[in-house]
């Protein structure tokens, strides 16, 4: 039997819901952070000029907050193609902050062997090519944007996403 499955969001999966689902719940998983090192050609750039978007690197016991969807399997069909840019599913233990407990859950994870990786660099220079990136999906800066208050919006501080707000409104 094909189940339903919970899918934790860490970057745009927070604030850009255009996928059915059957329960939503703030969430956290422990042992990654964020980082804007994944070239984004299809959502916030274009493969000649890649924007740059999150992905998750593995990072001793640091938690990450996002938001977790119970989602029916077709579901995966839209999602896989969304994050089709680099990115994979793992499944990884996922705590639901309402019910206490931790449940299986998919993150897409798009790690540094993948096509579309760009990899660390300065935050100044982070910024400046999310200024002056666009694609498809809209404007890099908006993607920022939009991750860091909704970050706030679940109390969360991210050093990295926030540092690079800074950055961009100042
Ligand atoms: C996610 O949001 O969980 C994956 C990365 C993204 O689509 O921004």
């Known amino acids: 039997m ?29 042992g990654w952070e964020r980082r804007f090192w994944q070239g984004s050609h299809d959502h916030r750039g274009t493969p000649c000029a890649p924007g740059r ?9 640091a938690v990450c907050r996002g ?14 193609h969304r994050e089709k840019n680099g990115y994979e599913r793992h499944t990884v233990p996922v705590f639901l902050d309402d019910s206490g407990v931790d449940v299986h859950g998919v993150i897409y994870v ?9 990899g660390p660099a300065e935050l100044t220079e982070l910024a400046a090519h999310i200024s ?9 800066t908006d993607y920022l944007l939009q991750l860091a208050e909704a970050l706030r919006e679940l109390g969360d501080y991210d050093p990295h996403v926030h540092a690079l707000e800074a950055l961009l409104s100042g």
């Open 132 to 140: 002056r990136s666009h694609g498809p999906s809209g404007s890099n």
């Open 110 to 118: 798009a790690r540094e062997d993948n096509h579309a990786y760009l």
């Open 67 to 80: 938001v977790a969807y119970l989602i029916e399997p077709e579901v995966f069909e839209h999602l896989d």
């Open 53 to 61: 978007v999150v992905t998750l690197i593995p990072s001793g016991a």
């Open 2 to 30: 094909v189940e339903q499955t919970w899918v934790f969001g860490y970057g745009s999966l927070i604030y850009k819901v255009d996928f059915p689902y059957v329960e939503r719940a703030t969430a956290s998983i422990r």
